[in-house]
């Protein structure tokens, strides 16, 4: 895993006490992580090669990909203490020799040029502090052809209506700290696609939530 003390000592805005995420993630998250990795399989048709997974928390929707696929997924996050958590999980899943974890920001990812086939990322992108430059990066390290699906989706009409009625019983305020970014970033997104200029983009708005799909 590689470190850098300036990440370690910054605001982890999307999820700052990890053991708390962990939680909702296992407890009121974990049946959209499955049916997610399904749609991303089916939607780009990629089952080998290397995978991203960006601000991965805990890793649910890399070790999701991992386990329906031969994808080696590089579990990426800003939290030493996420990235521990999906350590411990890859290895008690038996997917520890498909996985490496590595610690960095969305902004500077310290990885190769065109290296990954496919890079995804549920919920982070929202707390990204500049997503010109984030979706810049995502774009350099996918390959010609390559794919990302990033989002904050719940799979289907089903689930979100579930894990919406849960989280606002649970904690009615838990949009709040989002809510603003993510209509932001929906409508930033247009103008920074346009201007990194893939050779396509898809926004997928429907009643199981919000994607963007982008090939290289």
């Known amino acids: 895993m590689?470190?850098?003390?300036?990440?370690e000592n910054k605001e982890h805005k999307g999820g700052?006490?990890?053991?708390?995420?962990?939680?909702?993630?296992?407890?009121?998250?974990?049946?959209?992580?499955?049916?997610?990795?399904?749609?991303?399989?089916?939607?780009?048709?990629?089952?080998?090669?290397?995978?991203?997974d960006a601000g991965c928390g805990t890793g649910a929707l890399g070790r999701a990909m991992a386990s329906i696929t031969d994808l080696h997924v590089t579990f990426f996050d800003q939290s030493p203490e996420m990235l521990l958590l999906a350590k411990d999980y890859a290895k008690s899943e038996n997917i520890l020799e498909k996985s490496d974890f590595l610690n960095g920001d969305i902004h500077n990812i310290g990885i190769k040029d065109e290296s990954m086939d496919i890079v995804i990322s549920?919920?982070?992108?929202?707390?990204?502090?500049?997503?010109?430059?984030?979706?810049?990066?995502?774009?350099?390290?996918?390959?010609?052809?390559?794919h990302a699906y990033i989002g904050g989706g719940f799979g289907t009409k089903e689930l979100r209506e579930?894990?919406?009625?849960?989280?606002?019983?649970?904690?009615?305020?838990?949009?709040?700290?989002?809510?603003?970014?993510?209509?932001?970033?929906?409508?930033?997104?247009?103008?920074?696609?346009?201007?990194?200029?893939?050779?396509?983009?898809?926004?997928?708005?429907?009643?199981?939530?919000?994607?963007?799909?982008?090939?290289k």
């Open 2 to 7: 590689v470190k850098d003390k300036n990440i």
């Open 16 to 52: 700052s006490n990890p053991q708390s995420f962990d939680r909702i993630v296992r407890e009121v998250f974990a049946p959209i992580y499955p049916v997610i990795a399904q749609q991303i399989k089916e939607k780009t048709g990629v089952t080998y090669g290397r995978c991203f």
């Open 122 to 146: 549920r919920g982070s992108s929202p707390f990204w502090d500049d997503w010109q430059r984030a979706y810049s990066e995502i774009l350099r390290i996918l390959k010609v052809g390559g």
């Open 162 to 215: 579930q894990i919406t009625a849960h989280m606002s019983k649970e904690k009615p305020d838990w949009r709040d700290s989002f809510k603003e970014r993510v209509k932001m970033e929906r409508e930033a997104l247009p103008q920074i696609l346009n201007s990194l200029n893939p050779t396509q983009h898809t926004i997928i708005d429907d009643e199981s939530g919000w994607w963007v799909f982008i090939t």
